[in-house]
């Protein structure tokens, strides 16, 4: 695939990257998310959506990407060191991505993380709310019953609009991803795909995936392991491998590494960039309208 050579038997590693990365470039990668001018009268911010399973790193994606950009570890969205078996997510809230001068052009949406229990995790009802930019900021999610009237927004706007859904999968979890939350993610898919809404996988703990990528992040494009998860959440969840961002999140850091920023920033483009294609589409179809 991608023209990559062949290798001994039994090798973890392909002979050359199978994807290029700006190693070198992280500089000139915030500086083209800094320039981004989102050209629609009606949206302020480019609106992303951050879903999957609990546990999976959707709050520490968030504030791995702040980290990136300020050039110190941040914190913003609360994270639990202490268990994995419930979300500690249990509101609606955006998130602003700053660098050390502005608040960039573009926001996060974390919510509850999904669970394969009726009663744990965020409703798909809620989520498909949130595609369509329904649901209200600070809505505290109740597993139990989806949202109701008031909660919900009467009618929807282009700026809480959601321009790109992004499912959050961890790695080394891909091949025990609960049938109830494939059938949600599925589910999720459906609606977001019928809202003609872009998605894109974030596959986080590659370091927990593989041996190789731990020792270092720059063999991630080699390891035979990372690119035979990123197929498989390519198949369980129906996004294209292009549009399948390895990373790894900070988390017991104290300081910024550049490999791990430069990763994060150059997924945060192509999302950014596939979600302004949206926005302009949105932007086309406003002036059709008023044109007639």
């Known amino acids: 695939m991608g023209g990559t050579k062949s290798v001994p038997a039994g090798s973890q590693e392909f002979d050359q990257p199978w994807r290029e990365t700006p190693w070198e470039n992280k500089v000139l ?37 702040n980290s990136a950009f300020q050039g110190r570890i941040t914190t913003e969205a609360l994270v639990d060191s202490v268990s994995a078996d419930r979300s500690f997510t249990k509101a609606y809230r955006t998130y602003y991505i700053r660098d050390r001068q502005s608040v960039l052009p573009f926001v996060f949406n974390d919510i509850m993380g999904l669970e394969s229990r009726e009663s744990q995790g965020a409703d798909p009802e809620d989520i ?19 949202a109701k ?48 809404i872009p998605q894109v996988i974030i596959m986080t703990r590659v370091d927990e995936a593989c041996p190789l ?61 596939i979600a302004d294609d949206l926005v302009q589409r949105k932007k086309y179809e406003l002036e059709q309208v008023e044109r007639a």
Do not use: W
């Open 128 to 146: 498909v709310k949130c595609l369509e930019g329904l649901l209200k900021e600070g809505h505290k999610f109740n597993p139990a019953v989806p």
């Open 29 to 65: 990668l915030k500086e083209n998310l800094r320039e981004l001018a989102v050209n629609h009268p009606n949206v302020k911010h480019v609106r992303i959506l951050l879903t999957g399973q609990i546990g999976a790193g959707k709050s520490s994606f968030i504030n791995s990407a």
């Open 213 to 273: 990528v731990r020792k270092d992040l720059r063999k991630i494009y080699t390891s035979k392991k990372i690119k035979e998860k990123m197929q498989e959440c390519s198949c369980l969840v129906g996004v294209p491998v292009s549009h399948i961002f390895p990373v790894k999140n900070y988390y017991e850091e104290t300081d910024n590494q550049d490999d791990m920023d430069v990763l994060i920033l150059r997924a945060l483009k192509h999302i950014v960039q």
């Open 149 to 196: 009237n008031d909660n919900y927004r009467s009618s929807s706007s282009s700026e809480n609009l959601t321009y790109c859904l992004v499912y959050v999968i961890a790695a080394d979890k891909v091949s025990m991803l609960d049938d109830d939350v494939f059938k949600k993610m599925k589910y999720i898919r459906q609606k977001a795909s019928e809202l003609e």
